[in-house]
């Protein structure tokens, strides 16, 4: 079975251009996830899709990103204006749905974005 | 609201010695515990999770973990540590009690292992 697949696994993009990053999730895998670390910080919640709707979308920093999951399978995160701040790693996670939240997730290898 | 407070970014051991990475937890409702794993160049693996249960966890490669509840805590040990578990740790919690499934972390602790 495939795993979570990032697309592209390293950006670097001037400051003011637009970077359109790619999930897969796993094949089935109803809930993805978007996350983001800072250099030296904690690995943070962006949102959560349950198939095509955005179940909690708490964690995006600012109306600069935009998420979607069209058809409920892969998501793109779109980062338009891109500000030096936006620099980190980006991981996708996909999990199967249930009603107890204790599924595991399951990560992809991350996009590393470098905003200059 | 929940948080996670990993001790230490850096963990140093020599091979064959105990690993212990500490995780302590803050969560007003009964939390899911986990801890993930990442090695170089690599996505984020789960190495165990505490959902209910037994709050001795098993997970692969060797490790465990214990859930204290007392304590708000869930630290992660192996009893002899390998080269190949060089690594960077991520304790976690979520807290489906409370609708919230989203992951919280804590900022990582890098394991290095001395030969």
């Known amino acids: 079975e495939a795993g979570v697949t990032q697309f592209p696994s390293h950006s670097v993009i001037e400051k003011g251009q637009t970077v359109t990053l790619r999930c897969d999730p796993i094949s089935g895998h109803d809930n993805l996830y978007w996350y983001r670390r800072v250099m030296g910080k904690e690995i943070k919640f962006l949102l959560h899709?349950?198939?095509?709707?955005?179940?909690?979308e708490s964690g995006m920093p600012n109306n600069r990103f935009l998420a979607e999951r069209t058809g409920g399978t892969y998501s793109t995160l779109k980062v338009q204006p891109a500000e030096l701040e936006d620099s980190g790693v980006y991981f996708c996670?996909?999990?199967?749905?249930?009603?107890?939240?204790?599924?595991?997730?399951?990560f992809g290898q991350g996009t590393r974005l470098t905003v200059v | 609201a929940q948080s996670v407070t990993q001790l230490g970014s850096h963990v140093s051991v020599s091979e064959g010695a105990l690993v212990l990475l500490r995780c302590n937890y803050s969560?007003?409702?009964?939390?899911?515990l986990f801890w993930y794993v990442q090695y170089p160049n690599q996505g984020l693996q789960l190495l165990l999770k505490y959902t209910t249960g037994a709050t001795l966890v098993k997970g692969i490669n060797g490790f465990e973990a214990e859930f204290k509840k007392s304590e708000t805590s869930f630290h992660l040990t192996k009893p002899s540590a390998h080269m190949s578990d060089a690594a960077e740790y991520f304790c976690a919690v979520n807290s489906p009690g409370a609708g919230s499934y989203q992951l919280t972390f804590g900022k990582g602790t890098k394991l290095s292992v001395i030969p």
């Open positions: 899709f349950v198939k095509e709707s955005k179940q909690d």
């Open positions: 969560s007003s409702v009964p939390p899911y």
């Open positions: 996670a996909s999990s199967r749905l249930s009603g107890t939240g204790n599924t595991e997730a399951f």
